[in-house]
């Protein structure tokens, strides 16, 4: 396996490797226009990927296509969220808003909301995002908090909303309608700032397993924190959003980061697969002086979205590292433990690294870029799931495909290939120039398979 790696990062020079903002990749595309005949399709797509990583860094990047929708402040007006579709909302600086769920008797949902405050507004350490579900006569299902912690940095948090199915539970379990609320954790809290947040709602439902399964969490699990994977780091580059989060397979990997930058990173793990993770940030090369308290953030999350572990780093300019708790294998029963992260790893899929860089470290440390590498282990040998009893939706989200090994060793998310195409269409460039960057980046792509 680890030739197979080894062979398949070689494979990778010069790939495209895009942001998720559409903005940013405008501007890329206009670049390629400009160099693709003069220099050849695989200079081009390297420029490309210079002049994304040079823009300055956007707060978010939201799902391509997301419906637009308004939370109602009354469960009577709220909205129908449809499973499996991405939605973009705004969440108010007080009050609830509300959604609609219409749910079946067999299948647990989840919903997983990012909210994304202004990169200028102020946030203090216990603000942030409550989201909770509700049935129609009023029960609680769940409830879930995100916090900005002691960083106080405005960047994207997600917490989500679980209506689960499970003969351990005698709420929540019928066919019918739902309600999800969403409002901030501290509004009027001191240090925050007044103004509306930017959402992201996304709703996942898993079908129940084929077969009985497990009614309580394994027992007996390897809990000792792993030694970091040692060896030297090969750049990738975060995404700038879940949909657009950049691939890793096991590895070392390095990545510049400035404060105030969000990077997503989509690591795929199998059943019977354990995750760890530990994240260096490297020296300052600046004369400053001082301490950042939780200058580095790092969040793990679920394939549903749900926030599964984090660690937060300290910084005074030298080196810092950090790693995540110790993790069980992903089990299916998982979801019976008695605590929030081991329930969090319940599912097979890609799970999302998160690594926020405070924007208080350019007070004492300039403005960077900062150095960080992430130490990624997946062990265990990929276990039989439960086996479902109908599809998830999305389609495959609980699910690591023969596609999502690839991608994960070549750091190209599954439908990159077509993004670059996808943009165009949006910029309305003409015909004749479409085809040009329709070229360049396909001969690339074709000459990466090739040579797989």
Partial sequence: MRGRWCTARERRAGAW??????????????????????????????????????AAPSPYAFAEGARSVEGARSTADAVRLEPGTAYRSSLPDSGKVNYRLQLDGMSSAYVSVTAVPPPDSTVSVIDGLKVSVQDAEGHSCSGDTASFGAGRSPHPIAAWGVREISPTKSLCQEAGAYYVSVERADPEGEGSSPGAWDLELLTTTEPPPAKTAATGAPQVWNSATPQPLQGDPESRHGGAGFTGATPLDQGVWRDDIR???????????????????????????????????????????????GRA?????????????????????????????????VGAMRFAGSYYLVAHLARDVADSFGDGPFKMTLRVRVSGEPLRGPGYAGESRPKGVFDVSEQDREAAAEGVPASGDDTAMRVVAVGGIGTGSALLVGLGVWTLVARRRSAA
């Fill in 17 to 54: 490797r895009g942001r998720s903002s559409t903005a940013v990749r405008l501007g890329a595309v206009a670049l390629v226009l400009g160099t693709t005949a003069a220099v050849g399709p695989a200079r081009a797509a390297r420029a490309v990927d210079d002049s994304v990583r040079a």
């Fill in 309 to 341: 572990a984090g660690v937060s780093v300290g910084y005074n300019g030298d080196q810092a590292s950090g790693s995540l708790p110790p993790l069980p294998p992903v089990d299916h029963a998982n979801r019976y433990g008695a605590v929030a992260q």
């Fill in 259 to 305: 404060p105030g930058e969000t990077l997503f990173y989509a690591v795929p793990v199998d059943w019977g697969q354990q995750l760890a993770v530990t994240a260096d940030l490297g020296s300052s090369d600046s004369a400053g002086t001082g301490y950042a308290s939780g200058a580095l953030d790092l969040a793990l999350y679920n394939p549903a979205r």
